[in-house]
C-alpha cells in the first residue's frame, strides 16, 4: 500500500443507499462494493446537498452549498467563474478527467460576456465542471416533438452504429427499448415493459461501456496522476436491462414499500402535491413496483459485476496500490416508498446516499472494513481528495464549505465532526408549484437534520419534523406537534445561523485577510489620528518633509 498518487471517483445516477447488500439488502448481492466496503470505509449518514441530479452534482463538484453556487436544478447553469474540482487538482499537477455524466449546464451567456471561446481548453473546462471530458453523456437522450432533449447526440450511438446497431438514436431504439410486436419498439419510457430484454447486447449496453473507456482513460494516462471521474448513468431511468439483468430478479425479491396510510391522511401541503405527480401515482400501484423494481436491482447487479471486472484490470496495472476509491450516488430513488417515485423530497430514500471510500495508505489500516456512522455530507468529497493528495483544504475553506474526510479514514478523528447536515430543493420547475400557486422564487425547501430529527423548512407554509429515533420509516410529521415547539424552534435556528454563514467571499482567504491586518497603515492610511505622537513615528516617515 502506497501513498495516494490517483482518485477514482465513481458516482452512480439514482442509486438508493440501501440497494447493496454491504448496507443490508436482504436479496441484491453487490459483492464488488462489498469488498470495496471491507478494503475501506462505509459512511451510513451521507447525505446529498441537494435530491435533484443537477444541483446534487454542482455541490459534488464544487464543494459548495446550491445556496452557495447557485444552479439550484437541472438546467440551471453553474456559474462561470465557480471553482470545481479540476480547479483544484490541477495546481497539484493531477488531470481531472470524466468519463459518464455530470449534468452539467454551460453557463453560455457568461462565457459569451467574457469572451470565453466554447471550443478553447478553457471553454471546454468551464463547460464540463472544470473536467477534462475523455467522454461526456449524460444518458438523456430523448427525442420529442420539440427535438433532442440533449443538444448533442453521443460518442455512444457512433458506437452503436459502428457495432451494427441501426438508427439516428440507437441509445433509445437499441439500449433503453425491447422488441414489440410486429416492427414496433417497445420504449423503455414506458415502465410496464421494464422486464423485456433491451435490444442491445449485454456487453454494448451503458455500464459496460462506460466501464471499458474509464480503462482506456487509464491506459492512456501512463505516469500522469489523475483523477478519474467515473459516473455511471444507471441505475437511473428509463428502468430496462439487457438480458440476463432484466429477469435476474423477480417480484418475490421485491421488498415491501415503506409507506403508510397515515401519510396520506392530512398531509403537509407541499408532501400532497408531490405525491399527486403522475410519477408518484404510478409508483403506488403495486404492478409497477414488481416490474420495474426487480430491474432496478439488476441494472445496479449489472454495474457491481462491471466494477469488478474494473478493479481486476487496475490491480494488474498496479493502480490499487496508489489510489483512492470513493464510491457514491447522486441521490436516491423513492420506488414507491412514501407513496412517491423519482427523488425530490427528503425521505432516507431519496437525500440519503451510499458512500463508500477507499484509501490505499498504511495509515488507513485501522479503519478498513469499518462503519463510520457520523453526518457527512456530498461536498466532503473535494476537501477529502485534496488532503488525500497532500494539499491543505484549509487554505481553501474560504471557497469549500465541506469537510475532509481523511481524519475518519486514518483513524485521527475524535468527537463528532458536525452537529448537523443541510439539503436544500428548488421546486419552481415542477408542476408543484403551479398547483400550490407559488411563485418561482419561493417554490423553496431546506432541511436540516441531526442524528435524531430532521427538519423540513417549506417558504410559506408550516415546517415538517420527523424523529428519526422513535419514528425511522419517517411516517410520522410531527410539524404541527405542540408537544414539539422547542424542538421545531431548535431546528429552524440551526438552519437559520446556516443561512446566515459567510458563503460569497470566495476571492480572498482567511489567511490572506489575517496577514492584511495593519498593512494600510505602512501604506500611509492613518484613519482616525489626532497628534503625530499616538502612533509609531516610522509610520509618519514619507509625510514629514525633508528637513
Not at 170 to 196: C, Q, Y
Not at 268 to 291: C, G, K, N, Q, T
Amino acid at each position: 500500500m502506497g501513498t495516494v498518487r490517483n482518485i477514482l471517483f465513481i458516482m452512480c445516477d439514482q442509486l438508493r443507499w440501501d440497494y447493496l447488500s454491504c448496507a443490508g439488502h436482504p436479496r441484491l448481492h453487490t459483492p464488488n462494493i462489498d469488498a470495496l466496503a471491507a478494503r475501506g470505509v462505509r459512511f451510513s449518514r451521507a447525505y446529498v446537498q441537494s435530491p435533484v441530479c443537477g444541483a446534487s452534482r454542482m455541490s459534488f463538484y464544487t464543494g459548495r452549498y446550491v445556496q452557495s453556487h447557485g444552479s439550484t436544478w437541472n438546467g440551471v447553469p453553474l456559474k462561470v467563474g465557480e471553482m470545481t474540482l479540476g480547479d483544484y487538482l490541477r495546481p497539484l499537477g493531477v488531470q481531472a478527467a470524466l468519463v459518464g455524466k455530470t449534468h452539467m449546464r454551460a453557463d453560455v451567456e457568461g462565457m459569451q460576456r467574457l469572451g470565453i471561446d466554447p471550443e478553447s481548453i478553457i471553454g471546454v473546462r468551464v463547460a464540463e465542471c472544470g473536467f477534462d471530458p475523455y467522454e461526456r453523456d449524460d444518458g438523456l437522450h430523448g427525442v420529442g416533438p420539440d427535438g433532442l432533449y440533449e443538444p448533442q447526440l453521443p460518442r455512444y450511438n457512433q458506437y452503436l452504429n459502428d457495432k451494427g446497431y441501426v438508427g439516428s438514436n440507437p441509445w433509445h431504439d437499441w439500449a433503453n427499448a425491447a422488441a414489440g410486436h410486429g416492427n414496433a419498439l417497445a420504449s423503455g419510457w414506458a415502465m410496464r415493459h421494464a422486464r423485456k430484454p433491451a435490444r442491445v447486447k449485454e456487453e454494448d449496453s451503458e455500464t459496460p461501456y462506460m466501464t471499458r473507456r474509464a480503462m482506456d482513460f487509464m491506459r492512456d494516462a501512463g505516469d500522469r496522476p489523475w483523477c478519474l471521474h467515473l459516473s455511471y448513468i444507471k441505475p437511473h431511468w428509463p428502468y430496462i436491462a439487457p438480458a440476463p439483468y432484466n429477469t435476474m430478479y423477480g417480484p418475490a425479491d421485491v421488498q415491501p414499500a415503506l409507506r403508510s396510510e397515515e401519510e396520506r391522511r392530512d398531509p403537509h401541503p407541499v408532501y400532497r402535491a408531490f405525491m399527486d405527480l403522475h410519477v408518484s401515482s404510478s409508483f403506488s400501484r403495486e404492478e409497477v413496483r414488481d416490474e420495474v423494481v426487480p430491474v432496478y436491482m439488476g441494472l445496479i447487479k449489472q454495474i457491481d459485476d462491471h466494477l469488478g471486472v474494473l478493479f481486476r484490470f487496475m490491480d494488474e496495472q498496479g493502480l490499487l496500490d496508489n489510489t483512492l476509491i470513493a464510491f457514491t450516488s447522486d441521490h436516491g430513488d423513492y420506488l414507491g416508498d412514501h407513496w412517491m417515485g423519482e427523488k425530490d423530497l427528503f425521505h432516507e430514500p431519496s437525500a440519503k446516499i451510499p458512500l463508500i471510500l477507499v484509501d490505499p495508505s498504511e495509515r488507513a489500516d485501522a479503519t478498513r472494513g469499518t462503519v463510520c456512522n457520523d453526518l457527512v455530507e456530498a461536498i466532503d468529497l473535494v476537501p477529502t481528495f485534496l488532503e488525500a493528495l497532500g494539499s491543505d483544504p484549509a487554505l481553501q475553506s474560504h471557497r469549500l464549505e465541506g469537510r475532509s474526510l481523511m481524519p475518519i479514514l486514518r483513524g485521527e478523528a475524535t468527537g463528532a465532526r458536525r452537529d448537523f447536515v443541510f439539503s436544500e430543493y428548488d421546486y419552481s420547475m415542477l408542476p408543484v408549484a403551479t398547483a400550490l400557486g407559488i411563485e418561482p422564487r419561493n417554490a423553496r425547501l431546506f432541511m436540516v437534520a441531526d442524528k435524531r430529527w430532521k427538519y423540513v423548512h417549506a417558504v410559506g407554509f408550516r415546517p415538517m419534523l420527523y424523529d428519526l429515533e422513535s419514528d425511522p420509516s419517517e411516517f410520522r410529521d410531527l410539524g404541527a406537534d405542540p408537544a414539539l415547539k422547542g424542538e421545531r424552534g431548535r431546528m429552524a435556528a440551526a438552519l437559520g445561523e446556516w443561512g446566515l454563514r459567510l458563503s460569497q467571499r470566495t476571492t480572498r482567504s482567511e489567511q490572506q485577510i489575517t496577514a492584511s491586518h495593519g498593512k494600510s497603515q505602512r501604506r500611509g492610511i492613518l484613519i482616525g489620528v489626532w497628534d503625530e505622537a499616538e502612533i509609531d513615528p516610522e509610520l509618519w516617515s514619507r509625510y514629514l518633509g525633508d528637513d
